[in-house]
């Protein structure tokens, strides 16, 4: 098993671009939690998606969007890039959401945004 | 809110000395407690959680809801938990919360 997968591992975007994220979870886990860790801080909650569905969401602005697919598998998607966007964003999987913490990170998604 | 404070960005011990990582919290409820820990150019990984109150790699932790605490301990650190080590706090909502990490170095 390869653990939680996530792509691309780095990526570099201009101020007012679009980008998605992607995440492959455990297999077997129905659960999805992304992050933002800033340099210097710990992960910051942005959403967490169950059996296809948003069961929490953090406070980012609604440029912050993500779904989960019929295959476990998630996309987070950011409009409108800042510069204060540029963070590595994490993926976690959980088996059950609400029951399991988060105890599977994937490697992360290193963002630049200039 | 809930909050989550780790007051020592940096900690440096010698081997074989006892370590204590400081985590102290802020929640209405009644939270659930973790540490992660996350090793130079691995992942971040659930190191342990309040209700097991197991012991992990020698660590262990308890909660103190008196003092909202939930500090990291071991007795005799090794080099190799040389790490970033990270309190996180999740309440009825279910979303973790971090905080922002402590750099532990154990010298040789």
């Known amino acids: 098993d390869a653990g939680v997968t996530q792509s691309p591992t780095h990526l570099i975007k201009t101020r007012g671009q679009h980008v998605t994220l992607r995440c492959s979870p455990i297999?077997?886990?129905?659960?999805v939690s992304w992050y933002q860790q800033v340099l210097g801080q710990g992960p910051q909650f942005i959403f967490q998606?169950?059996?296809?569905?948003?069961?929490g969401r953090g406070n980012f602005p609604d440029r912050f969007s993500a779904r989960q697919f019929p295959n476990y598998s998630s996309e987070l998607n950011v409009n409108a890039l800042l510069l204060g966007d540029s963070a590595l964003y994490l993926c976690?999987?959980?088996?059950?959401?609400?029951?399991?913490?988060?105890?599977?990170f994937g490697q992360g998604t290193r963002l630049t945004v200039v | 809110a809930q909050r989550v404070t780790q007051p020592e960005k940096l900690l440096s011990v010698f081997k074989g000395a006892p370590v204590e990582l400081k985590c102290n919290y802020s929640y209405s409820g009644s939270p659930e407690l973790f540490w992660y820990v996350q090793y130079s150019r691995q992942r971040l990984q659930l190191l342990l959680r309040h209700i097991s109150r197991e012991s992990i790699k020698g660590f262990t932790a308890d909660l103190n809801k008196g003092e909202t605490s939930f500090h990291l301990k071991k007795p005799f650190a090794q080099e190799e938990d040389s790490a970033m080590y990270y309190c996180a706090l999740r309440g009825s909502n279910y979303k973790l919360t971090f905080g922002k990490g402590t750099l532990l170095t154990v010298n040789p």
């Open positions: 297999s077997g886990h129905k659960s």
């Open positions: 998606y169950y059996e296809k569905e948003e069961r």
């Open positions: 976690a999987s959980s088996q059950q959401g609400r029951g399991d913490p988060e105890a599977f």
